[in-house]
């Protein structure tokens, strides 16, 4: 199975534990690995027929500009939920960086798989 990727897509939300962390937005940092059969698209050269890389920054931005949670776990579970039931991804690897969230630490986060890997 082919994958297509995205790297260090940059997510505006409120997201943490502390009220302070609430009260402005803190960008994340998203890496998406996606399966998907990429041979139509080969074929066709039509991007109806592959993931449309900006249709899912601009959906996962419009997710993080909406979504005020606390856990790093929580908004990656819902990123997931998106790419599969949206987008019909069978497959992802999802990582999410909060940059400066810890001092003298550059980033902090979190890495989920959803789906069956393909082969």
Partial sequence: MDRIFLERLHVDTR???????????????????LAWDTRSAAMSDR??????????????????????????????????????????VTWLHLTVRKPAAVDQCEAVGISIERGMEPL
């Fill in 47 to 88: 991007l109806a027929d592959t993931l449309d890389y900006a249709a899912i920054a601009n959906r996962l931005r419009k997710l993080g500009a909406a979504c005020e949670v606390q856990l790093l776990e929580t908004f990656a579970a819902r990123c997931a939920e998106i790419l599969q039931q949206e987008f019909g």
């Fill in 15 to 33: 997201i943490g534990v502390y009220a302070h962390e609430h009260e402005t937005l803190r960008p994340l940092l998203l890496d998406l690995e």
